[in-house]
């Protein structure tokens, strides 16, 4: 009996204990419970300042699309803030501020933007574009006493260069049509020996009867050609420079049906640009630039640029050019590209309404396309359009 009454007490003895030691080791947790979350709390805190420098950071791309560095800090002054930010631009130039705000943070930020030029592809060219890299930090509860610090990275780029529309034989910004079935019209050849597609336009393309395009008289719309699609826009000029060049050059002209064949006698008869012996072109860097109407009547070879803010109608026999044949609107008119003949034209041909007929071949050709493209620069060539930040790339550091 006493033995039993021993073995009870023993066992409530350590029930007690137990109990106290259960409780002993939930006081002991709840001071770390309490600083876990606590930590959560001013960790997300953190998060939350560094996205707002962030905002900050893309509220100044956007409204300085030529800034090319910027040191931005919130910081508690006082029962206020104090925003203060230096800006400096792609042409030398610089601006500093600091800023009182009314209401005050838990915490601060700092925010570091770089500006360099990265090589994208664009249209199937390598294109150097300018991304910005944004880095954003947020501290809690300040720069210089942090207990809690996180950063974000963010990579993107507020400038469109669009070569899209170059990777084609022919693009239309309005219409394609033909006349008769003996044209031959060649998209890029694949290295399988197939054709990339070989028409684009934003509007329809009369494949009723159609000529030879990639190989087929029955050319498959989405593959071989793209009608209907606004997805893409006539590329934007640098007309500045192309002008600048071609009055340079010799190679400007303005008026009313130019015959693009006396300009190219003209630049045959430069040594530097022909080699009458051998028949040959020697440079890509040449620019035929008319403001008006433009005809090619016959036995016309050019290799370079050919641009005109007009209508261009080719016509005749033995015409061949080697690049990039352009033609554009003049103000709200529309303006039209005739084929005619039996031209061969390769590199691209761009116009608002294209017509095409007789024995005309048109292929596409990249590696000439991207010969004008480094002899002159590529944004010396189509304008680079400045746009609203587009982020590429986003990771917390």
Do not use: C
Request: charge should be neutral; avoid cysteine.
């Amino acid at each position: 009996m006493l033995n039993k009454e021993k073995g009870q007490l023993i066992f409530a003895v350590l029930i007690v204990l137990f109990v106290f030691l259960l409780g002993m080791i939930i006081i002991q947790l709840m001071p770390s419970e309490y600083a876990i979350t606590k930590r959560t709390v001013e960790s997300n805190q953190a998060f939350y300042l560094a996205q707002s420098g962030l905002q900050q950071a893309i509220y100044f791309i956007n409204n300085n699309p030529d800034l090319a560095f910027l040191e931005l800090s919130l910081r508690k002054s006082g029962q206020s803030n104090l925003l203060s930010y230096t800006l400096t631009y792609t042409y030398g130039g610089n601006k500093k501020e600091n800023i009182n705000l009314n209401s005050i943070s838990l915490g601060e930020y700092s925010v570091n933007v770089t500006y360099s030029l990265s090589n994208m592809s664009s249209g199937g060219i390598i294109v150097s574009f300018p991304i910005y890299k944004i880095v954003s930090i947020g501290y809690i509860p300040s720069i210089a006493n942090p207990r809690v610090v996180r950063s974000i990275e963010v990579y993107g780029n507020n400038t469109d260069i669009s070569l899209d529309p170059f990777k084609f034989a022919v693009y239309a910004g309005k219409s394609v049509s033909f006349s008769g079935k003996s044209a031959v019209i060649e998209g890029e050849r694949l290295p399988d020996g197939s054709f990339d597609t070989a028409i684009y336009s934003n509007g329809p393309v009369d494949l009723i009867n159609p000529p030879l395009i990639n190989g087929t008289y029955s050319p498959i719309l989405g593959k071989d050609v793209i009608a209907n699609d606004s997805t893409l826009t006539m590329p934007v000029l640098n007309d500045s420079y192309l002008k600048s060049i071609s009055q340079s050059q010799g190679l400007y002209r303005s008026g009313n049906n130019i015959d693009i064949g006396d300009i190219v006698s003209y630049a045959k008869s430069n040594p530097n640009w022909y080699n009458s012996a051998t028949k040959t072109w020697l440079t890509w860097s040449l620019v035929i630039y008319i403001e008006g109407s433009a005809k090619m009547a016959g036995n016309v070879e050019f290799q370079g640029m050919v641009i005109v803010k007009g209508n261009v109608k080719i016509t005749g026999t033995g015409n061949k050019i080697r690049g990039i044949l352009y033609a554009a609107e003049v103000d709200t008119a529309v303006q039209d590209l005739s084929i005619y003949g039996d031209p061969i034209i390769e590199g691209t041909s761009i116009g608002e309404d294209v017509s095409i007929g007789g024995n005309s071949t048109v292929r596409h050709n990249k590696q000439y396309i991207e010969n004008i493209f480094k002899t002159h620069g590529i944004t010396n060539i189509v304008k680079a359009v400045k746009t609203k930040l587009k982020i590429l790339a986003w990771q917390e550091r």
